[in-house]
């Protein structure tokens, strides 16, 4: 996953140089870098250092700064719990991007971050049915028409993150209770099961996690190698404070 974080596979050559070289800092080139971005939005596809780019530059450039691209990075970033990626974005936004922006019109992140920012707490704490529930909520119907709905694939991007929660804390789990993660229910729920090769019994309606690294508990024996020498002066000290 580290690899991937650093240079994603769907990365072109241009970005790639953009993202890795000194050119990163060159004002010039944000509308490149806003253009991938919204290129990830369209194809599902993701990559945070590129993102973290077009922050660095707004930071550097006020004037440059673009409140939309702004909280469609954060919303990128919301799907890559419990990875930092959310708070990296977070810690490049300041108050001079806010005042920067355009006067006649309203800067819509003030009233949106802390809304995004709930939303990734729940998701980093794996408190997945709170998050769909406020998600579906009334109070963010703007954010879902306006913004994440916009988004190609991040209702499923929110599931993937509960999905490798599941995976590394669980091997069986009760098909009601994963539905609730999911926010999925009938053949829907059944039909994403089945993508995932996970196996579910009619009649208990028990889904069974294949075994993996993280949710295989594995005794660990410590042994320990004491010479004698060693043993001796463990023994001499404990006579000499008696």
């Avoid at 690899?3 to 953009?18: A, F, G």
């Amino acid at each position: 996953m580290t690899s991937e974080w650093l240079t994603p596979p769907t990365r072109s050559d241009v970005i790639e140089d953009l993202v890795s070289g000194v050119d990163r800092y060159n004002p010039s080139n944000v509308g490149i870098l806003e253009d991938y971005l919204y290129h990830q939005i369209r194809s599902e596809e993701y990559d945070c250092l590129a993102n973290l780019a077009i922050l660095k530059l707004y930071q550097f450039n006020p004037d440059l700064y673009n409140s939309d691209v702004a909280i469609n990075i954060l919303i990128k970033a919301l799907t890559a719990s419990p990875l930092p990626d959310f708070n990296l974005c977070i810690s490049l936004l300041d108050e001079r991007n806010a005042s920067a922006n355009n006067a006649d019109e309203p800067d819509p992140l003030p009233s949106i971050l802390p809304v995004l920012k709930g939303l990734h707490n729940l998701l980093y704490r794996c408190r997945f049915p709170a998050f769909w529930e406020i998600y579906r909520s009334e109070e963010l119907e703007q954010l879902r028409d306006n913004y994440t709905v916009e988004v190609a694939g991040f209702e499923n991007a929110v599931r993937a993150v509960a999905i490798r929660a599941v995976r590394a804390t669980f091997t069986r789990i009760s098909s009601e209770r994963l539905a609730t993660y999911l926010d999925l229910s009938g053949p829907e729920l059944t039909t994403y099961i089945q993508k995932l090769d996970w196996t579910i019994d009619a009649s208990t309606s028990v889904v069974t996690v294949p075994p993996n690294p993280d949710n295989q508990i594995e005794a660990t024996i410590v042994q320990e190698t004491v010479t004698l020498p060693q043993l001796t002066k463990v023994i001499a000290h404990s006579i000499l404070k008696v």
